[in-house]
């Protein structure tokens, strides 16, 4: 039941848990790749305003170090915020993405250098063709750099404990007057239909009218057929509501 | 069974609260900054977070716990199981000076066949000029090599002392930038299985053959050794040494070494392919630095005796470091 997703990449840890990692596109790295290089770019020219000062003393050095500089710019941008952000950069963290080892590892120094280095390679012939054309094809949208240095670019947006309020309903339940029921009907759903119900319900404002009414009108008839709470509280409820009592039954009763 | 989320998220908040303080200061402050009791407690945290995230998995569908949790889980887990940071001091450098030469040793096989290649470019290049001079267009294809040797050296050798005044910094930065940036590019072709590299280390020597025996064949013989030898005597050997990390990059994609996979190959390589373009990069930089303020500078204002007495003890220091550099260590490291 539990298959990973095509576009995430899984981790199993020696105790044998599982956890996913939900693998960055092509098209979001690109453009976060665009704001990268925008970024490089207004750093130049704030540097180079810098340097046009050192040409009153000697030009000469001065455009040594406009040469020199351009060439560190452009790639300790990617080595040094990759390396000392964890495995971010300006437009990684604005698209909520990040640098990691494909084994769910600390990235090391040796892998940042590679695969910064390989853009050499990832860029050819112009604009990370060969790059964007091998990650489009990689199981995990590896460039050649990811590969040789054994990273993957995931989604990372921060996470917080979820508020209690989300989950919990407070409103009134009829089902709660027929406690015998109820509980047949916890022994008699199972754990993956109580999450399809539950999950129907977090999702239901984002469905379509008619979808929303035709999955609630399965459902309910599905929870109808495992239990039959008496007439007087279960027939004037909408579908939605009759699967909303079912679910609220269900999990209240949890452990 | 069927888990209450609210009771269970009430329950186990403060677990994860304290789990998540401690991950964010070993984040920050590295290993060093938790005391053993601390450790003890995270790597108890640790695994009641797993336990939580099974027991949910198992008896719940709560999307954002979960997500949450496996978020905590990750980075846990990326903190216990990856390597330690390294720390900064004299000795790491010492030990990264010594183990450039360690890492040219130990894959001494790659650099003899890039060796043999530049060899073999050079001798093609140099036949195909000697047999027919109109090649000499295609095979060095640059304005300033594509005149009479003769003429040029009377045009070096007539140049005023100070003609390089005002440009011998930025055509340093020059060289040393395009240099590195073709020696970054030679050692990550090895991507393409080596085809790549080994075809920009042919080209490389057949462009120097061509040169060597243009200059030969017009009796300059002398201003030629003196003009290359003191920077090339350190940057062709760069470019053999990026070519020697393309072809351990080759090696480690075309060849198994017994069962180990792909990845456990190039997780094996990485480490001496940064020691290699470190190396590489520095040695290009003072290339660029003795190409500019040395090698531009030609008889009567430079003896040529003076040239080639430099180029002949930088080449001879070069294959000292190669050779003997940190070979104690390397006993060392044998005898563990």
Not at chain 2, 12 to 24: A, I, K, N, V
Not at chain 2, 93 to 122: D, H, P, Q, W, Y
Not at chain 2, 145 to 155: F, H, I, K
Not at chain 2, 298 to 323: E, N, R
Request: one cysteine or more; proline letters at 3%; charged letters at 20%.
């Amino acid at each position: 039941m539990n298959q990973p997703r095509f576009n995430a990449l899984e981790i199993e840890t020696p105790e044998g848990i599982t956890f996913e990692y939900l693998l960055a596109s092509p098209l979001v790295r690109c453009m976060a790749l665009a704001i990268d290089y925008l970024t490089i770019a207004t750093l130049f020219l704030i540097i180079s305003a810098l340097i046009e000062i050192l040409g009153w003393i000697s030009v000469d050095i001065a455009t040594a170090f406009y040469i020199i500089f351009y060439f560190a710019l452009s790639i300790g941008y990617f080595l040094i915020l990759e390396f000392g952000w964890k495995g971010k950069t300006i437009g990684k963290k604005l698209f909520n993405l990040k640098v990691m080892d494909s084994r769910g590892f600390r990235l090391r120094l040796d892998q940042v250098v590679m695969r910064n280095l390989m853009r050499f390679v990832d860029s050819l012939p112009l604009f990370y063709c060969l790059g964007g054309v091998v990650s489009l094809i990689n199981r995990r949208s590896q460039r050649l750099g990811d590969i040789i240095a054994g990273t993957v670019v995931v989604r990372a947006p921060d996470r917080e404990i979820p508020k209690l309020s989300e989950i919990s309903d407070t409103e009134y339940n009829s089902f709660s007057e027929h406690p015998r029921m109820e509980a047949l009907l916890r022994e008699r759903v199972s754990p993956i239909q109580a999450k399809i119900a539950l999950q129907a319900l977090q999702r239901r404002d984002s469905l379509e009218p008619t979808a929303r009414i035709k999955l609630f009108a399965d459902l309910a008839a599905h929870f109808k057929a495992v239990v039959v709470f008496p007439g007087d509280s279960a027939d004037i409820l909408t579908d939605e509501q009759y699967v909303k009592n079912c679910v609220e039954s269900i999990f209240r009763g949890a452990k | 069974m069927i888990l209450d989320v609210e009771k269970f998220i009430r329950n186990r908040q403060r677990d994860w609260s304290r789990y998540e303080t401690l991950l964010g200061v070993l984040e920050e402050r590295g290993r060093k900054s938790l005391s053993l009791e601390e450790v003890v407690e995270f790597h108890g945290l640790y695994e009641k977070l797993g336990a939580d995230l099974v027991r949910l998995k198992a008896a719940a569908f709560e999307p954002a716990t979960r997500i949450y949790l496996e978020s905590l889980l990750a980075r846990g887990f990326g903190e216990l199981h990856g390597s330690r940071r390294a720390r900064f001091s004299w000795r790491t450098i010492s030990n990264t000076v010594a183990e450039f030469a360690r890492v040219v040793r130990r894959n001494s096989k790659s650099l003899g066949f890039c060796m043999a290649l530049f060899l073999l470019g050079g001798v093609f290049g140099g036949l195909s000029l000697a047999l027919d001079p109109d090649s000499k267009p295609t095979l060095m294809p640059f304005d300033h090599l594509l005149g009479s040797p003769n003429d040029r050296v009377d045009m070096e050798e007539s140049l005023d002392p100070d003609h390089m005044d005002g440009a011998k910094s930025r055509f340093s930065a020059q060289l040393m930038t395009h240099n590195t940036r073709v020696a970054i590019f030679t050692l990550t072709l090895g991507i393409t299985f080596g085809v790549g590299t080994c075809i920009l280390i042919f080209y490389n020597g057949i462009i120097i053959g061509a040169v060597v025996v243009d200059y030969i064949l017009a009796g300059e013989s002398i201003f030629l050794t003196g003009w290359l030898l003191p920077h090339g005597s350190v940057e062709i050997p760069a470019i053999l040494l990026a070519g020697q990390g393309g072809l351990i990059i080759a090696r480690a994609l075309l060849f198994a070494r017994g069962r180990m996979s792909l990845m456990a190959r190039l997780q094996d390589i990485r480490r001496d392919l940064v020691f290699l373009i470190g190396g590489i990069a520095v040695l290009l930089i003072w290339a660029g630095i003795v190409e500019s303020f040395f090698s531009q500078y030609h008889y009567p204002v430079l003896p040529y005796s003076v040239k080639i007495a430099f180029g002949v003890v930088q080449l001879l220091a070069v294959f000292a470091y190669v050779l003997f550099f940190g070979r104690k260590g390397e006993k060392a490291e044998a005898v563990q």
